[in-house]
């Protein structure tokens, strides 16, 4: 069997498609070293890294909607592939061979106001007409599976759930010596309570900030708020409100430390060494987050929205609100027992993603699409 996999997002590791797209390409080599595999990647990554060995790539050119509808079908079929997998959004209207696709949310749908550009809304429209065409539908979880089926009018028979892996690095041991080097770099307090992740309105990181009003009245000193990531053009957009002025205007701003971007071979330290981590989000494709953080050994707080629940099961508090917020994030700063079972209850939970198993599923999936 010969697979093509659009490499668009290779050199983008931060990311969640960087993220799927490399390690899924590394766990179908080994699980399968007799599968052979074409990367196809855009022309300005001319020295791609951490390509698998034994992996053929193909450099193509075009900007990314030339790339995604012309130039990497041809080049899937050319190089003589039997399926093409597409492990996000941008599927081609046609291709030479068949084709899978993985779609990790429907956002932009979801949420109009991620698309408000007429550019962007006539990408939307492309790149979701497009999986009426793929053989397989892959998602990342059961409650994008159903907003696919609902929202694209796709067969059920044709989309499936196949969770992404949680990789080994995030282990409660595995990598702590580098712990105290990860905590000087970025001036970590001795305990904190984390957030890490983009600040877009999605996230609602203003729930968080309002629930750690009331950490901050008793224990703010004890545990400040770290806030990592990316931080945007404050106010520039509807999606990025001023979230610096708001934890001014809650008089927190001296128990809020903002510490930017973060490594990526760096955050399993971080989690490790927080004290519990919040992921606040009304809107998730897949809980990387919150599943890195249980396998790292810290206690996670999330939504309750059908991603986590189908996710993270009884791994991770789930509240519905800042004020339920706040009293989990006390629950499990204060009350050691309490926070020792949820530690144990996370780690049971996110050994139950791999990246073997993912690509097993994957490769299953592949042998479907080429026996019809």
Same mark, same amino acid.
């Given at each position: 069997?010969?697979?093509?996999?659009?490499?668009?997002?290779?050199?983008?590791?931060?990311?969640?498609?960087?993220?799927?797209?490399?390690?899924?390409?590394?766990?179908?080599?080994?699980?399968?070293?007799?599968?052979?595999?074409?990367?196809?990647?855009?022309?300005?990554?001319?020295?791609?890294?951490?390509?698998?060995?034994?992996?053929?790539?193909?450099?193509?050119?075009?900007?990314?909607?030339?790339?995604?509808?012309?130039?990497?079908?041809?080049?899937?079929?050319?190089?003589?592939?039997?399926?093409?997998?597409?492990?996000?959004?941008?599927?081609?209207?046609? %291709? =030479?061979?068949?084709?899978?696709?993985?779609? !990790?949310? +429907?956002?932009?749908?979801?949420? #109009? &106001?991620?698309?408000? *550009?007429?550019?962007?809304?006539?990408?939307?429209?492309?790149?979701?007409?497009?999986?009426?065409?793929?053989?397989?539908?892959?998602?990342?979880?059961?409650?994008?599976?159903?907003?696919?089926?609902?929202?694209?009018?796709?067969?059920?028979?044709?989309?499936?759930?196949? %969770? =992404?892996?949680?990789?080994?690095?995030?282990? !409660?041991? +595995?990598?702590?010596?580098?712990? #105290? &080097?990860?905590?000087? *770099?970025?001036?970590?307090?001795?305990?904190?309570?984390?957030?890490?992740?983009?600040?877009?309105?999605?996230?609602?990181?203003?729930?968080?900030?309002?629930?750690?009003?009331?950490?901050?009245?008793?224990?703010?000193?004890?545990?400040?708020?770290?806030?990592?990531?990316?931080? =945007?053009?404050?106010?520039?957009?509807?999606?990025?409100?001023?979230?610096?002025?708001?934890?001014?205007?809650?008089?927190?701003?001296?128990?809020?430390?903002?510490?930017?971007?973060?490594?990526?071979?760096?955050?399993?330290?971080?989690?490790?060494?927080?004290?519990?981590?919040?992921?606040?989000?009304?809107?998730?494709?897949?809980?990387?987050?919150?599943?890195?953080?249980?396998?790292?050994?810290?206690?996670?707080?999330?939504?309750?929205?059908?991603?986590?629940?189908?996710?993270?099961?009884?791994?991770?508090?789930?509240?519905?609100?800042?004020?339920?917020?706040?009293?989990?994030?006390?629950?499990?700063?204060?009350?050691?027992?309490?926070?020792?079972?949820?530690?144990?209850?996370?780690?049971?939970?996110?050994?139950?993603?791999?990246?073997?198993?993912?690509?097993?599923?994957?490769?299953?999936?592949?042998?479907?699409?080429?026996?019809?």
């Amino acid at each position: 069997m010969h697979i093509a996999i659009n490499g668009w997002f290779w050199d983008r590791p931060a990311t969640e498609n960087g993220i799927y797209v490399r390690k899924l390409t590394h766990a179908l080599r080994r699980l399968d070293p007799a599968l052979q595999i074409t990367l196809i990647l855009p022309a300005h990554l001319r020295v791609p890294e951490g390509v698998p060995e034994g992996v053929k790539v193909i450099m193509a050119g075009g900007r990314r909607l030339w790339f995604e509808q012309r130039t990497f079908p041809n080049a899937a079929g050319k190089a003589g592939a039997d399926i093409a997998h597409i492990p996000y959004h941008g599927a081609p209207l046609s %291709a =030479p061979i068949p084709w899978v696709i993985t779609i !990790p949310d +429907l956002l932009p749908l979801v949420m #109009p &106001e991620y698309a408000p *550009k007429w550019g962007d809304k006539l990408y939307t429209s492309l790149t979701t007409s497009t999986a009426n065409g793929a053989s397989y539908v892959i998602t990342w979880s059961d409650a994008i599976r159903d907003e696919v089926i609902t929202r694209l009018q796709l067969p059920s028979d044709r989309v499936t759930t196949i %969770a =992404p892996g949680i990789d080994e690095s995030f282990h !409660p041991r +595995l990598g702590a010596e580098r712990d #105290p &080097e990860v905590r000087k *770099k970025y001036e970590l307090p001795e305990a904190f309570v984390l957030y890490h992740g983009e600040f877009d309105r999605r996230k609602s990181i203003n729930d968080l900030l309002l629930a750690y009003t009331y950490v901050a009245q008793g224990a703010g000193e004890r545990y400040p708020l770290v806030l990592a990531g990316p931080e =945007p053009a404050w106010g520039s957009t509807a999606i990025y409100p001023d979230l610096r002025r708001y934890a001014q205007d809650l008089q927190i701003s001296d128990l809020v430390q903002w510490i930017g971007p973060i490594d990526p071979t760096e955050r399993a330290s971080l989690y490790r060494l927080a004290k519990v981590i919040v992921m606040p989000s009304v809107y998730e494709g897949f809980a990387w987050t919150v599943l890195e953080a249980m396998a790292s050994g810290t206690p996670a707080i999330a939504r309750e929205i059908p991603v986590m629940q189908a996710l993270v099961g009884d791994g991770a508090y789930l509240i519905r609100d800042a004020r339920k917020m706040a009293g989990a994030m006390l629950a499990l700063l204060e009350q050691e027992p309490f926070r020792q079972t949820m530690i144990n209850q996370g780690l049971a939970q996110a050994t139950r993603y791999t990246w073997r198993k993912t690509a097993r599923e994957t490769l299953n999936i592949y042998e479907q699409v080429l026996k019809a």
